[in-house]
């Protein structure tokens, strides 16, 4: 079944992730190959509710695809989530000719395009851009694999200050409710512990593993904390912690923001740029209403009923190995 589809509006929503700008050429860029216009709506949906539509070509988006961030900048949008926000989009959209969608986010812009397609019906398409890996349907998504780089190189960074020091540091990094990041960042970081909200440990349990570290003359140590933390915050288990603890020197570093920027890898290029085309080609062949996904290194074209609600869960193994190896 064929699409006829003749003006793709591209967006990014949500919270930026770097490899988004490569997602947006390789949409502009096959577009384009395909004979197609292609328009960027600035902000996400709150640039399609205010009409700021900017027509891409091939030059405009030559020197992005090493660039963080979102030539397109991104939103989220509360005026999307009302009926009349969502109408005055359709009525922008259809004014300015755009017949299609390529949205680049997480989950919530998932949502409201579900919404948003079945309201208006007009063929749209995901790409999964999040730096917090936590979406069903795919293996990966856009800015995981640079943000969870960013995060190891720090923490490694903060273990040379941690050993100079005889320190213990407990290090928050993102994730909102999944443990991606922090499961990931704490095996190869090397971390002593591991808290995520998957896990089910309590601050006894920690607080007595972190005691064996301090008995078995372990100087230093490096504790990651995913944000979702169900036991406390970084800030929190430390202070916690210093009220019990008399031999280690304690300081806390929340990575934040820092993870969400910089230069994509070359895998996250390499995904994005696949998940564009595959966007762009999933729209033309009449795919619309899903979000593209890679599973086991081949594109997949995911319903959004089978992706919304549902969450990709953080592998079981991964949280056995960090246990192995963090005695
Ligand atoms: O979803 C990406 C993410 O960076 C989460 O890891 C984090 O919880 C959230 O966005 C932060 O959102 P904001 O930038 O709006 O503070």
């Known amino acids: ?5 003749s003006k793709i509006g591209v967006f990014t929503s949500g919270g930026d992730a770097p490899g988004m700008n490569a997602a947006i050429r390789a949409v502009v860029r096959s577009a384009i190959y395909y004979k197609k216009e292609v328009f960027g709506v600035m902000l996400g949906y709150d640039g399609m509710i205010a009409g700021d539509f900017v027509k891409l070509g091939a030059r405009s988006v030559g020197n992005i695809i090493q660039r963080g961030g979102t030539i397109l900048k991104s939103a989220r949008s509360e005026q999307f989530r009302t009926k009349e926000g969502r109408k005055k989009a359709f ?4 004014k300015n000719g755009i017949d299609s969608l390529v949205a680049i986010g997480g989950d919530g812009t998932f949502t ?14 995901c790409i999964p851009g999040t730096i917090d890996n936590d979406i069903a349907g795919t293996d990966y998504t856009i800015g995981f694999d640079t943000a969870t780089n960013t995060a190891v190189e720090a923490i490694d960074k903060i273990r040379d200050t941690a050993i100079s020091h005889n320190r213990l540091f407990f290090i928050e990094v993102m994730g909102r409710h999944s443990g991606y990041i922090g499961i990931n960042c704490g095996i190869a970081g090397g971390a002593v512990a591991t ?11 920690l607080f007595d593993k972190l005691d064996e570290g301090g008995k078995t003359n372990k100087k230093s140590s490096l ?15 430390a202070k916690k912690f210093s009220e019990r603890n008399n031999y280690f020197d304690i300081k ?7 993870q969400r920027g910089g230069t994509p890898t070359c895998f996250d290029r390499m995904l994005a740029s696949k998940m564009g085309v595959a966007a762009v080609e999933g729209l033309i062949h009449g795919k619309s209403g899903t979000m593209i996904g890679i599973r086991s290194n081949q594109i997949v074209y995911n319903s959004f009923e089978t992706i919304i609600h549902s ?7 991964d949280v056995r190995i960090s246990k192995i190896l963090s005695i």
């Open 252 to 258: 806390v570093t929340i990575l934040g923001h820092l």
């Open 112 to 125: 409201g395009l579900k919404i948003f397609f079945e309201e208006f019906g007009i063929p749209s398409v």
């Open 1 to 5: 079944m064929e699409n006829n589809i």
């Open 195 to 205: 808290i995520i909200p998957e896990e089910d440990i309590t601050i006894e349990q």
């Open 91 to 94: 009525e922008n959209l259809k």
């Open 311 to 317: 969450k990709h869960d953080i592998d079981p193994e």
């Open 223 to 237: 504790v990651v904390v995913a944000e979702g933390s169900k036991i406390g915050s970084a800030m929190d288990l």
